[in-house]
């Protein structure tokens, strides 16, 4: 079914700067803390005006980029303000600038209680509206781009555009019900149907309690979190990548990066007013210990031997902090089982979690006779803050030695959705597949750029290489595609180009420049931008594949050059390398796979589906007459039928776990069942195929020979 309905959620190293403002937190219970607002205002002004990588001046222009970005980022589907409100808050369009100047929060604070009255507002809307049946007879339509559709005029309006998006959430699922409902009248002749009316009701419930759910969550956040949607206003204007980040976001941040938390390892989260368990992270704590399983509900948390704290309605991030706790400590869960609703208290020590899914992993696949390795990189991950934690520079090398001893004859490195990640790995493990020399260049602002160098004269692969990207290869990965390509290192294959993001961050704790004595965030500021040894930046243009593969984001709008603010494409002096001269049929082994491809009935369809989702994505517009909205519906799943096999495809091939993997099986076997589904997924993997295909053909050149540049 045609299901474009814009869901929108509203949960939203080292610099010196020695700041003025020193004042002591305050003792208040308020939620908001105005010293603490303006501190942040004082310390990232002055970061961003004096070591962003653009120089930006805090003018009118910046002004009302502000003053847009931030009445957009709180409504984004115009369902709170009116044109009045806008008009209000228009008095200071072209003085946020001179008002962050001075620490004065006259904008943020006409715009912030303005919006939480409306929240308030919004409840008796909703629920005045889902509380009687809508007419599907009528003849009307909504158009979901809302960047498109100016506020409402007034209250009235404002209410019909709340009608309508409500409608067409309780249309979506009356058709999705009676799509059910037909196809199980199909099966069971004994099926009785219920009527449309019935349909309507049940419909209308379902999203009464999804808007009861979400404001739920909405009353949850506290002013940091609005105020953090505004600070990201401010440092946006300077760059899409320049984000503040709060103390939890930071914290999130950090875990991700390292791939590593305390704690109990569990996924949680809220359903109404429960906490669940989501999902136990294979080898955690509360896995081992076998009790905790996904479904339960953590109703209370006790801290070693102390009374247990109801956590019942807390906030999700609350009642993680309460649940997370350093190695070896003890906490009490107790909890109300899933399966008999019995409660039950369990108690887990715990420990340092390793979030698997992050860390690079590999399988073996015999194609022809051959054994060939693929290396799945997820991101470039790093601990910052512990040395001797594993890094993915690390893991990779690791990995290749271990398929270096199963004795394969080539290596995949699959870098799709791989959005980057540390510069420092990405250039520590391009230095696996090179001798020593150049990998990227970095600029700061106003300076000349320097050249990043591999330093180890050892190769850890010497082999055939073929790397693997998508549209949502970014930073880091480019950085390594890019390298590998200039050195005509490996055969870079998959979509048209990259991500096209060439710009770096570094993450500054906001603390170490204040006296300020609680917890600030962090600013994560693009201090440089990087290029490729020949001289070429990846920002705008990211990498242009040697081989590029229909995918259905081929037509797509989501990369760096989509985003407004995005810092220009631009070249600097290329690097003095030597390109290594691996292959004696490169140009062949391309020639070869773009023939195929280009005469390949699957890529062909495929092709056409990028081609057809994009118009389903430029088409906004939706009937709000049930009879219309459902001819509108088959015409489309009509014509999506040359499409339900697009992505059908089995090859031949068995893929399987390196050997010191399998020896993990025997005491893991969520561990092997996560395997297993990976691997079935690559032999169902077209585009894993024609990798293996160019892989295959390539032959290294004996001499391998150095071609400088």
């Known amino acids: 079914m045609k299901t474009k309905f814009k869901i929108t959620s509203f949960i939203l190293a080292s610099l010196i700067l020695i700041c003025s403002i020193q004042t002591k937190a305050s003792n208040s219970n308020t939620k908001t803390d105005p010293e603490k607002d303006k501190i942040l205002v004082y310390i990232l002004r002055n970061i961003l005006t004096r070591s962003h990588f653009v120089v930006k001046d805090m003018n009118d222009d910046f002004s009302e980029y502000v003053f847009n970005e931030f009445i957009n980022g709180l409504d984004p589907n115009k369902r709170y303000f009116t044109q009045k409100d806008i008009e209000d808050f228009s008095q200071y369009k072209y003085d946020i600038d001179n008002q962050l100047l001075n620490e004065d929060m006259s904008f943020y604070n006409l715009v912030y209680e303005r919006f939480t009255s409306k929240i308030k507002n919004a409840k008796s809307y909703y629920g005045d509206l889902l509380a009687q049946p809508f007419n599907f007879n009528k003849k009307e339509t909504i158009d979901v781009d809302y960047e498109k559709i100016p506020f409402a005029k007034n209250e009235n309006i404002l209410i019909e555009y709340w009608r309508k998006q409500l409608k067409l959430s309780t249309l979506i699922r009356i058709q999705n019900k009676i799509e059910k409902q037909d196809a199980k009248a199909l099966t069971d002749k004994k099926f009785k149907k219920k009527k449309f009316k019935e349909l309507e009701r049940e419909a209308r419930l379902e999203v009464l309690k999804n808007m009861d759910d979400l404001y739920i969550r909405i009353e949850e956040l506290e002013h940091e979190d609005w105020f953090s949607t505004f600070l990201n206003s401010v440092v946006g204007a300077f760059d899409p990548h320049t984000t503040y980040m709060a103390p939890s976001i930071k914290e999130k941040f950090d875990q991700d990066m390292s791939g590593k938390l305390e704690g109990i390892g569990a996924r949680l989260q809220k359903k109404g007013i429960y906490t669940h368990v989501f999902e136990l992270v294979s080898g955690g704590p509360a896995w081992k210990q076998g009790e905790l399983e996904a479904g339960d509900i953590i109703l209370e948390v006790a801290q070693g031997r102390k009374k247990p704290l109801d956590i019942v309605g807390m906030r999700l991030d609350d009642a993680i902090k309460f649940i997370k706790g350093k190695k070896g400590t003890e906490v009490r869960l107790t909890v109300k089982k899933k399966l008999d609703g019995s409660t039950k208290i369990i108690s887990i020590i715990r420990d340092v979690v390793e979030l698997e899914e992050t860390f690079v992993k590999s399988s073996i696949v015999e194609k022809d006779g051959k054994k060939y390795g693929i290396i799945d990189l997820p991101k470039f991950y790093i601990n910052f803050n512990e040395a001797n934690y594993r890094d993915s520079a690390k893991d990779m090398e690791k990995e290749i030695e271990r398929l270096k001893k199963e004795g394969v004859a080539g290596l995949i490195v699959d870098l799709r959705n791989n959005g980057g990640g540390s510069l420092k790995t990405a250039i520590e493990i391009s230095g696996l597949f090179i001798n020593q020399g150049p990998v990227v260049q970095i600029k700061y602002r106003g300076e000349n750029p320097i050249v990043k160098k591999d330093i180890d004269p050892k190769i850890q692969w010497d082999g055939a290489v073929v790397v693997l990207v998508n549209e949502f290869s970014a930073s880091a990965s480019e950085i390594f595609a890019a390298a590998m390509q200039d050195y005509k290192r490996a055969v870079i294959i998959g979509g048209n180009q990259t991500y096209g993001k060439g710009t770096v961050q570094s993450v500054l704790p906001i603390n170490q420049f204040t006296k300020y004595d609680k917890n600030l965030g962090a600013l994560k500021m693009t201090i440089q931008k990087f290029y490729r040894i020949n001289g070429g930046s990846t920002q705008i243009e990211g990498v242009y594949s040697d081989i590029a593969i229909p995918s259905r984001y081929s037509y797509m709008k989501f990369g760096e050059r989509d985003l407004e603010g995005a810092l220009i494409w631009d070249k600097v002096k290329q690097a003095d390398y030597m390109q290594s001269n691996s292959y004696q049929n490169f140009s062949e082994v391309i020639y070869n796979s773009k023939q195929r491809i280009a005469t390949d009935s699957k890529f062909k369809l495929i092709n056409e589906y990028a081609k057809w989702l994009k118009e389903n994505q430029d088409d906004t517009s939706y009937s709000l007459n049930y009879k219309m909205f459902s001819a509108e519906n088959n015409a489309n799943e009509k014509s999506a039928e040359k499409f339900k096999s697009v ?42 195929f024609e990798a293996l295909n160019v892989l295959s053909e390539l032959k290294l050149n004996p001499t391998n020979e150095i071609v400088k540049h």
């Open 647 to 688: 992505f059908d495809y089995k090859s031949d091939l068995n893929f399987t776990s390196p050997e010191y993997e399998r020896a993990l099986f025997k005491n893991d076997t969520t561990l092997a069942d996560k395997r297993l589904a990976w691997h079935e997924n690559l032999a169902k993997d077209v585009y894993v």
